[in-house]
């Protein structure tokens, strides 16, 4: 059968990268012909041109008239996002080397017009939704394509949504396009979720009343010896203690730090917003930071994941901004929601217990139920 797989943008996030990248090596183990549809941000709509716009008056006053210098002047009709402040530029050159060497990918695709093309010249058979937050609309390229708005409804191509995630507990799509993604959702032929929360949303907000069950972010579904296979020979070497922090804050800093000086090893940084050389690691030496840590500290929701992945010693950071019922999902399904902290101070009265060895023969006994599972909603396509 030719799969589609329709996810997030992969730009600079290693778990979204790799999160895709399993998705489409175990469908094709399945014997699957599959693509990756490089689904980006196209045009504004008319409304959002209208904000743009007002924007942009509003730059220009604070920029030469204020002489804040922190705006930018930004083309109100340009794809993608709309910058108002300037940002650093990051070299993702590495990084696109991973995707373009190991995803197969579409050519790149800006609207729903080409989208619904693309489907069409391509034959495809089946498209499966999933999974790193596809269903947040604030990330979405544009989210009602996440629900297949580009399918005819008596068309005979399958839908499937595999570990479909909000990222957030409630409000994650915007009440006036939850009417039409609930009809949307009627016609899927099966829907699996990442999260409990993403399961209570769909009944609560959504009236879905199929079966939904909760499996694996993909990245789980293949073994450590399938990363262990990413990574060049070069990468390798002891990292000691890994933190990998999307919103750093001071209380992180500490945390990082007092876990360094208790295990008496070097600090690894491993982020996507690298000051000093402006450039990501590549994907092999992320992966192998993690494989070859002491411990880990991080506040994202993969790093607790290839932690578990590579039977690492870590802390989880909730990450409240990012949500946290992933964190709570994931943790609990292994039976490790002790290694989460809230806050500095939750640290400190945990500290302790968290250097302590984690039992992964139990997890491994979890885990592997768990797979059982979730591969079985892949066989089931």
Partial sequence: MKIAILTQPLHSNYGGILQAYAL?????????????????????????????CGSFCKCVIRRYVKDDYRYVICNPFKKGDYLVHS????DNSLVDDFVVNNIKLSVPIYSTRNLRKFIKHNHIDCIVVGSDQVWREVYSPWITNYFLDFLDKESNIKRYAY??????????????????CSKLLRLFDAISVREHSAKNYLKRTFG????????LDPTLLLPATAYFSLIKQEDISDSGVVSYILDNDSEKDFIVSDVAKIIGKRQTRLTTKPMETRRLVSVSKWLSSIAYA??????????CVFSIIFKKKFIAI????????????????????????????????KANKLME???YDKVAELYDQLRG?????????
């Fill in 357 to 359: 060895e984690i039992d």
């Fill in 208 to 215: 879905c009343d199929k079966e939904v069950p909760i499996v």
């Fill in 87 to 90: 940002e650093p530029d990051y």
């Fill in 24 to 52: 489409q090596t175990v469908l094709k183990r399945e014997g699957h012909d599959v693509i990756t549809v490089n689904r980006l941000k196209g045009y504004p709509s008319f409304k959002q041109l209208l904000y743009r």
């Fill in 294 to 303: 002491d411990f880990v500290v991080t506040d994202s929701f993969h790093g």
């Fill in 318 to 349: 909730g990450n409240k901004v990012r949500g946290l019922d992933r964190f709570h999902t994931l943790l609990s399904s292994f039976d490790l929601s002790n290694r989460l902290v809230l806050s500095k101070d939750e640290y400190l009265k």
């Fill in 373 to 381: 599972l979730s591969l079985n909603f892949i066989k089931d396509i």
């Fill in 163 to 180: 570990a479909a995630s909000f990222g957030v507990e409630d409000n994650a799509i915007s009440m006036h396009n939850v009417e039409k």
